[in-house]
């Protein structure tokens, strides 16, 4: 017994239960990091119904706890050089407030330009918060920020680099989330950067789009900022000014899901889930960093078996992660087989983020399909049910797939062994991305 206890064998029984201590301390973190809480059992049943139909809308929304919106407007922009005028136009009209959140920004000639603006408006009495990603924003040094607060405007980080911060920093903010005076509002794939400027007439133009609404929905992209800035600095954002009263009208019928780690509803994996199931005649995913777990990759391939036209576009060669590229490369072979078509994107790296449905209902906003936009990250997207939305959206797929190549089954399987172990360490490594 006392040889048990260490006693004799050089450590005390004390130091024995210290290390004991240690062992289980050292588990518990790797558990909590890396490990879910919750089952990931495959899901059944759902509802039918037309994707972007008054059932689908309402029983959605009633299962995730979202309010509906109904009435104003959405408009696509597709790649910077329709989205940053936009955006910095909205930015310049303000005259009450401009909340401003993006997981990148970069103080480069774009960067520049919202730095200017920014200090403007804040110059002449609006409020202006900025909320960036401790890690996305890590290149807005000090001496811009300083140069920002010195014009009025209130910044805030997520979970910079900090000793207290240091068990969550893997849990990072990469909603996009920007709202002027409460009535317009931006979401989707693109954050600051020159990288996302122009219209892809080069390999260093990125692909992506962001959605401009007007209208009761703008409500819900407000509340994906205002989460995150009371969590940041403990201001609330909430009243008129913020979320004017604006009365339902004729116009799209939408649904907003915001979600963080700490959701173990994981809408927004459901509401993917529940867009894919419903679908009946065409199911188009764009998206930058496709590794669709097990339940969305059955729900992807029963639909194609079922007659769909599945497509999927992803990037091509120019990536800025080829070890998430490489995981999501590891599905291929599965989905191919199903009768899923895949395409990547040759002119450079594509960045968006939408799904299409039966021509009718979209799904937009800052989520990768992938376990850290469903599990780890901070994210926000909308569901919009209108069909006119939903045709600008395909014809931007449609464009994309002109310059796209597409992956077949029989080549597919030929590809080098060297890239086939590739995938399956990048795949092991799959919520860490």
């Given amino acids: 017994m006392s040889d048990w206890l ?103 000639e774009i960067g520049r330009q919202f730095i200017d603006a920014f200090k403007e408006r804040a110059r002449a009495g609006v409020e202006v918060r900025l909320l960036l990603d401790g890690f996305g924003g890590m290149k807005l040094k000090k001496r811009y920020r300083d140069d920002l607060r010195e014009a009025g405007v209130k910044i805030s980080r997520f979970r910079p680099l900090s000793l207290r911060s240091l068990p969550r920093f893997y849990k990072r903010t990469h909603r996009r989330a920007i709202v002027i005076d409460g009535r317009v509002g931006f979401t989707g794939g693109a954050a600051v950067s020159a990288k996302w400027k122009g219209n892809v007439t080069n390999a260093h133009e990125w692909r992506d789009s962001m959605t401009r609404v007007t209208g009761p929905l703008v409500s819900g992209i407000q509340s994906a900022f205002a989460e995150n800035w009371v969590y940041c600095c403990g201001e609330v954002i909430a009243g008129p000014r913020f979320f004017p009263r604006i009365d339902r009208g004729e116009g799209p019928c939408s649904l907003s899901v915001v979600s963080s780690p700490s959701d173990a509803l994981q809408p927004i994996r459901l509401l993917f889930w529940l867009s894919f199931i419903n679908a009946r005649r065409r199911l188009w995913i764009c998206n930058s960093y496709f590794i669709p777990d097990r339940r969305l990759r059955v729900a992807v391939i029963e639909r194609s078996r079922a007659g769909v036209d599945v497509r999927v576009l992803v990037p091509g060669n120019h990536t800025d992660a080829l070890p998430v590229q490489a995981a999501g490369r590891s599905y291929y072979e599965e989905l191919l087989a199903a009768g899923v078509r895949i395409f990547e994107y040759q002119p450079a790296m594509m960045h968006a983020k939408t799904v299409v449905v039966d021509g009718a209902w979209s799904v937009v906003g800052s989520a990768n399909l992938d376990e850290r936009s469903m599990e780890l990250n901070e994210e926000n997207i909308l569901g919009i049910a209108d069909r006119d939305f939903a045709r600008a959206v395909e014809e931007g797929v449609e464009a994309d797939l002109e310059r796209s190549r597409e992956i077949h089954l029989d080549q597919w399987r030929k590809r080098p062994i060297y890239q086939k172990i590739f995938e399956r360490a990048a795949k092991g490594l799959i919520e860490q991305y």
């Fill in 6 to 108: 260490g006693i004799g064998s050089g450590l005390p029984w004390w130091g024995w239960i210290l290390m004991a201590i240690g062992v289980i301390a050292i588990v518990s973190v790797i558990g909590a990091l890396f490990l879910p809480d919750w089952h990931d059992d495959d899901y059944t049943v759902g509802f039918e119904a037309d994707p972007g139909s008054e059932n689908f809308v309402e029983w959605s929304a009633a299962f995730l706890d979202s309010p509906i919106f109904q009435g104003g407007e959405v408009t696509l922009l597709q790649n910077g050089d329709a989205f940053f005028p936009a955006i910095l136009h909205a930015i310049k009209e303000a005259r009450d407030s401009v909340n401003f959140e993006v997981y990148i920004f970069e103080p480069d």
